[in-house]
Every structure is written in structure tokens, then in C-alpha cells.
């Protein structure tokens, strides 16, 4: 069970890039012939934290927050300061030293309106006197091309969109990377429990070697019948050996995807316990559909295609703009200043280009191909689904199936144990036997992993292996 301080961890883990350094354990290793206990939650806290790939995922969606910020600061007003300070120097003449002053203002409104307003000063800086002042004030607004609230705001939704596109895509890689780890995980464990079936499976063997010794010594066995024992015992020893190099392939499988140290030594310490779970497939299918990142970024995708192929049939309409304008100048000789204002109507119609409508055909186009492959992908996800769900019922019924053989090759083998001591048995039976019990036992450990990757599938189709475990990611 999922205790809820771990979740936090999880979550935490998934949230920040952590600055602190990691648990000398982590780094350098244990104590020498120290072993690192690890529960699959704190696999998954350690990789949450510590991997390379989403640490560098987590700089990128930085970047993608301070665009859209930026795309939110194009509707505020901007300001700006120009101050030139010039020294002129003519043939035949004296220098002369000016300084001029401009700040001015700029703002375009949601619905494409354009304000801008500025003021300047020009004044000489050898005392001859002659400063000046100027303002003026432009206001624009479009009519046609450029005009409306959607049109003007497509950028800011744009950016919005990237910015939920990228924030789906790292819980995209965070629920892939905490799937890679359970995988590794009950990997581990699967190996784990290989490797104390082939220690067992040689300690019976060896059981039997020696109750060959006795009865060969008290003349119930011919002495040739105890090769075959013996070459059992060293097929068990061989096998042994292949499963430690196995379970050294698993521990450096989990130590690369937790970023840890190469020769720190591991053990998985949660058991795999399983129980029958029943699944409404149309439901599943449903929530899939629903809560699935890639049908969700196909989702945004798709709004994005539609929102260039409107502001492309924008593009082709004139550019009809109503504007009008203000200024006044003072020359700072004691005049009378001098104002002028003006309104008018500006009308643009672009002849013999046909490029606005080839980007049009194009848009359109986009959007055809989008919707084409968002109805195929959603076929595909629900495929994906029926076949999850239909792996996990028969991932069960193998599962029932390897217990029972196993619990029948136990009593089985133990029944001739009994059998060969009284002399009603060959040895041959009992060595059958035990292989048939190993077999057995592989595969009940294969089937019940099995099983428990069938449901980590099933919850990755779904889409909801970050809601399993409690992983919310916030900017």
C-alpha cells in the first residue's frame, strides 16, 4: 500500500529540481559489504529526483513559462527612453553641441488597436539658446485585416497551448520513467526470487546426493545411478552461477535509471503480492480517451492548426484601418506653439498575390491531416485498451493456472521422496521430479510478475500512472 508520505516524496521528487546533494549512500556506496534495502517507492523518489533527463526537462518548461509571460506582457504598454548627445564640427565654422531627449509610450490593445504617443526635447548645449519641444500622438485602428479579439489574442493562446503542451509532455516522461522503474524493479525482485529457487533447487539436489550415498552404501541402489545425481547437482551449480550474472544485469538496470553510482549494491525489499482485478472495459476505454497525455496534446495540436488556418483567412481580407494623429511643436523662442490633428481612412488592396491564398489551401489542409489522425488515434487508444484489459484477465487465469501446478509438483516430488527412501521409487522419477518442481516454480514467479506488469500497462494506457501514485506536477 501507498503510505501517504511517500506519495508526498513522489510528488515533491516530481515538482523540483532538488539542489541538494544526494544521501552519501546514493553516491559513493555503503559501508563496504553494506547492502541499500530499497521499497519501489523509494525507487521511485530517488528517480523522480535524480535523473538526468527530467532535470534537464524541468529547465526546458522554465524557458516555455517565460514565454508565456512574455507573450502576456506584448498586451501591456511599453516604454521607452532615446537620449543622443552630439558634437558637430563643420568646415569654417565653430562646433556646435546638442542633446536631445525622446521617451515615448506604445500599446496595442486585445482588439488590435495602436496607441503611441511621444515627447521630445532638443536643446544646444553652448548657450546659444533655441531649445525646442515636440508631442505627438498616433492612434490605429484595423478594420478588416487584423482586427477583432481573436485574432489578436491568437498569439497569447498559442503560447498557452505550447505551454500545456509542454507541462502534458513532462508528465508524459515522468509517468514513462516511473513505469521504466517499476519494470526494473520487480525485474530485480523477479531475479532476486530466480536466484533463491536456484539456491533451493541445488540444496535439494544435494539432499538427493546424499540420500543416494546412503542407500547405495546399505546395497538398495547401484552404485551407477548416482551420476545422474551428480551431473544434477552440477547443472544446478552452473545455473546458480547464471543467475547471479543475471542479477547483477538487473541491479545495474535499476541503478542507471535511479542515477545512482554503478557498483552500489541493491536488494528490492517489497514482495509482489497481487489480487484479481475486475475492469469495465468500456469505461476504461472511456477514461483513456479522456485523460490519455497524447490524445490530450493531439487535443491542443489540433487547436493550434485551426487557430493558423483563421488567422490565414484573416490574412487575405485588405488592410482597411481607421487612424488619426496629434502633434504639437514649440521652437522655445517665445512663438506660439503649433498644433495639427488629422483623422482619415487607409485602405491597402494587394494585387496579383496569390501567396495569402496558397497559405490558406495549406491551413487548410493541416487541419484536414489533424483531424484525420486525431480519429486514428483515438481507434488506436481504444485497441490499446480492450488489449490491456484482455491481458490482465489472462495474465490472471496463467497465473491461477502456474500455482496450482506448482502446489502439484511440490506434493508430487515430496510423495516420491517418500516412495524412493522406502525403495518404491528410482531415482530417475525423483530427478524428473525436481526439474519439473523448478520448472513449476519459474514459472509461477514468471506469471505472477507477469501479472503485475499486466496492471502497470493497463494503468499507462489509461493514462493514469502519475493519479496511482499520487504524482501532481505544479509549475
Known sequence: MRTSVVAW???????????????AFARSGQVAGAVLDLTLEEAVALGLRDNRDLRSLRMARAIDRFDLFLAHRAYWPSAGVSVSAIRRKSDGLPATEDLTVSPSIRWTSPVGTSVSAGWSRYEPLDGRGGAS????????????????????????????????????????AVASLVDQITYAYRNLIQTQERLELARMGLERSRQLLETNQLLI????????????????????????????????????????????????????????????????????????????????????????????????????????????????YSDGTGGREVGSHSVGLQLNIPLGDFTGRRNVMAAKASVHSAHLR??????????????????????????????????????????HNERLQAGRASNFEVLSLQSTLRAADAQALSARIAYANALTALDQQLGRTLETWQISLED
Open 9 to 23: 516524496l513522489c510528488a515533491v521528487a516530481a515538482l523540483l529540481v532538488v539542489t541538494e546533494p544526494v544521501p
Open 133 to 172: 519641444t515636440g508631442f505627438s500622438m498616433t492612434l490605429s485602428q484595423p478594420l478588416l485585416r487584423g482586427a477583432g479579439w481573436d485574432v489578436n489574442m491568437a498569439p497569447l493562446r498559442q503560447a498557452r497551448i505550447g505551454a500545456e503542451i509542454s507541462r502534458l509532455q513532462e508528465e508524459q
Open 374 to 415: 486525431y480519429e486514428g488515434n483515438l481507434e488506436r487508444v481504444e485497441r490499446q485498451i480492450r488489449d490491456a484489459v484482455a491481458e490482465v484477465a489472462s495474465r490472471w487465469r496463467q497465473l491461477e493456472a502456474a500455482l496450482r501446478a506448482k502446489d502439484l509438483a511440490a506434493r508430487s516430488l515430496e510423495l
Open 217 to 328: 552404501e546399505a546395497g538398495r541402489m547401484a552404485a551407477a545411478d548416482i551420476v545422474q545425481t551428480q551431473s544434477d547437482v552440477a547443472n544446478q551449480e552452473v545455473a546458480l552461477l547464471e543467475t547471479e550474472r543475471a542479477l547483477t544485469a538487473s541491479q545495474a538496470q535499476l541503478l542507471t535509471l535511479l542515477a545512482l553510482e554503478p557498483n552500489t549494491p541493491i536488494r528490492a525489499v517489497d514482495a509482489v503480492d497481487v489480487q484479481p482485478v475486475e475492469i469495465d472495459e468500456d469505461a476504461a476505454v472511456a477514461f483513456a480517451l479522456a485523460n490519455r497525455t497524447d490524445i490530450r496534446v493531439q487535443k491542443l495540436g489540433l487547436e493550434q492548426v485551426e487557430m493558423t488556418e483563421k488567422l490565414a483567412r484573416n490574412n487575405r481580407l485588405w488592410d482597411v484601418s481607421l487612424s488619426a494623429g496629434f502633434d504639437r
